[in-house]
T-cell receptor, first 112, second 116 residues
Framework: TQLLEQSPQFLSIQEGENLTVYCNSSSVFSSLQWYRQEPGEGPVLLVTVVTGGEVKKLKRLTFQFGDARKDSSLHITAAQPGDTGLYLCAGESGAGSYQLTFGKGTKLSVIP | EAGVAQSPRYKIIEKRQSVAFWCNPISGHATLYWYQQILGQGPKLLIQFQNNGVVDDSQLPKDRFSAERLKGVDSTLKIQPAKLEDSAVYLC??????????????FGPGTRLTVL
């Protein structure tokens, strides 16, 4: 069974601060995705990383896939209250399964 | 493009009662998923359909949960009888699979079930 461990589980920061969220596994994934989920809504895809060592930027968000494709990180620069939400990482094992294994998520609160 | 639709959005039932959830995926998406998300956890896959066939239902508690996707479009998930531990958000997602090197699942807003 493939597991994804996310840390920290909870994070409360002031507006303007930087933060990093981690997603780790002992398994190799063919791709890894980051989602954000707001209360009462389903997860919304932020980014997909596929290549080991890949770095993708989405405005103030920077996503990195580990060289061995077992871990990933999400860095937010100058956090804003609109960044508040549950951040989920999800791995796709490949082999045409089209299935995702989700981590438990990091609940981020950005205080104005 | 319309998103994944789910209904109802909220449901409160007593334990041992039955409940059903409905999902309408994005038009043309062959793959449909049902997930269970317990408070404080990530979504857990219950069942995956490809068109109207089941691809994987290994994590579906088949003694009480059932799902169908007639005609390969809409899907229903049923719980009978419900237990207290079934309280969760039930998410439906659909996907076209890999397109241009990207694999995306699109999620509906979910149904929040409370079992008393």
């Amino acid at each position: 069974t493939q597991l994804l461990e996310q840390s920290p589980q909870f994070l409360s920061i002031q507006e303007g601060e930087n933060l990093t969220v981690y997603c780790n596994s002992s398994s190799v994934f063919s791709s890894l995705q980051w989602y954000r989920q707001e209360p009462g809504e389903g997860p919304v895809l932020l980014v997909t990383v596929v290549t080991g060592g890949e770095v993708k930027k989405l405005k103030r968000l920077t996503f990195q896939f580990g060289d061995a494709r077992k871990d990933s990180s999400l860095h937010i620069t100058a956090a804003q209250p609109g960044d508040t939400g549950l951040y989920l990482c999800a791995g796709e094992s490949g082999a045409g399964s089209y299935q995702l294994t989700f981590g438990k998520g990091t609940k981020l609160s950005v205080i104005p | 493009e319309a998103g994944v639709a789910q209904s109802p959005r909220y449901k409160i039932i007593e334990k041992r009662q039955s409940v059903a959830f409905w999902c309408n995926p994005i038009s043309g998406h062959a793959t449909l998923y049902w997930y269970q998300q317990i408070l404080g956890q990530g979504p857990k896959l219950l069942i995956q359909f490809q068109n109207n066939g089941v691809v994987d239902d290994s994590q579906l508690p088949k003694d009480r949960f059932s799902a169908e996707r007639l005609k390969g479009v809409d899907s229903t998930l049923k719980i009978q009888p419900a237990k207290l531990e079934d309280s969760a958000v039930y998410l439906c997602a659909s996907s076209l699979g890999w397109r241009g090197g990207v694999y995306t699942q699109y999620f509906g807003p979910g149904t929040r079930l409370t079992v008393l």
